[in-house]
């Protein structure tokens, strides 16, 4: 089974979306761990909770510093953790760019109305102004605009005769607590599915100097225009049920070096003959600097002169 992704709960109150996330995290199979739970608020009652449940916590106070630099302590901290993926919830904190380029793709926020209706505080008072007869959540991809980006999941609740904000509330947390666990387990695993994992090697991968794609013999490979094969992507190649990239190194030594270090990560790829390739394990949560730097040493040892002579 592959490893579970390790997600940070940013939160700044009662934190039951967290409790959610937590407990859904315990169920048999969930696909995800909280490893830990943050907060811009030392009094924030949820860090208490997750304390209790042996979660480990931090909490920064924001106050006196700037966004930008506020925001890189909470980044630093998740990454001590270890963080894969960060779920926002009930973080009333906006973010500095810096932070969002930082994690993109990897943060996922919760919002109590049915995105694009309603952004930002005071909902359910929007909800009730605007007559509206059903509301609900969002879960969606954080991007640097408030309350927007991809929208992965709603819940809808009806509006009834009679509510208010309060009543809103309680409704509309029901649907967040069956909602979020769900859609972050979904989110997780899609970043595991062999589409995403090409989807996200193709980004890098093209995006060398004078790199192209092209199929050869099955997969998809990466190559130098007019030039040579730097990089593979192999899904289930020959039945070997693993999703892999397959890159070039600089020959027998380099591979049996990096298979020695880590053989769970790396391995010899069947059918490359002695010609210096090693395989990387795309399925347990890669380092992606790693495969990054991988990549452009690969390319460099394939790219004629003329481009190798390239600064990037
Ligand atoms: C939730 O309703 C969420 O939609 C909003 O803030 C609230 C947080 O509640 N962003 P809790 O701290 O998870 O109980």
Redesign the pocket.
């Known amino acids: 089974m592959p490893e579970k992704a390790r997600v940070g709960v940013l ?8 409790a959610a996330l937590l407990y859904a995290s315990r169920l048999y199979d969930c696909p995800y761990e909280i490893v830990v739970v943050g907060s811009n608020d030392p009094d924030a009652a ?1 860090l208490a909770l997750a304390a209790a449940e042996g979660v480990p916590t931090f909490a920064h106070s924001h106050k006196g510093l700037k966004r930008a630099e506020f925001d890189a302590i909470i980044t630093r901290e998740l990454e001590q953790a270890g963080v894969t993926h960060i779920a926002l ?2 973080y009333m904190r906006l973010l500095s760019a810096e932070f969002v380029t930082h994690w993109q793709g990897r943060c996922l926020n ?3 109305s049915l995105l694009p209706k309603h952004k930002g505080l005071h909902t359910h008072e929007a909800v009730l102004a605007a007559g509206e007869a059903e509301t609900g ?1 969002t879960i969606h991809i954080v991007t640097p605009e408030l309350d927007d980006g991809p929208i992965l999941g709603q819940a809808r609740i009806k509006v009834l005769p009679g509510d208010t904000p309060d009543s809103l ?1 309680v409704r ?2 029901y649907a ?1 607590h069956q909602l979020y666990p769900r859609v972050l387990a979904d989110f997780v695993s899609a970043d595991q599915r062999p589409e995403a994992l090409l989807t996200r090697v193709r980004g890098l991968a093209l995006n060398l100097p004078a790199a192209a794609e092209k199929l050869s013999h099955g997969s998809p490979g990466f190559f130098i225009e007019g030039g040579k094969f730097f990089a593979y992507f192999s899904e289930n190649h020959h039945g070997d049920g693993i999703t892999a990239l397959l890159l070039k190194v600089s020959g027998l030594d380099e591979a049996a070096m990096l298979i020695e270090q880590d053989p769970d990560r790396f391995f010899r790829p069947k059918y490359f003959g002695p010609a210096g390739w090693v395989g990387v394990v795309l399925t347990d949560g890669p380092d992606w600097a790693m495969i990054e730097a991988m990549l452009s040493a690969a390319w460099r040892l394939c790219a004629p002169k003329r481009l190798a002579m390239l600064p990037f």
Do not use: D
Not at 11 to 18: A, D, F, L
């Open positions: 939160i700044s109150g009662r934190g039951s979306n967290m949820g919830a009930g919760i919002h109590p959540c509330t509309v947390q967040e």
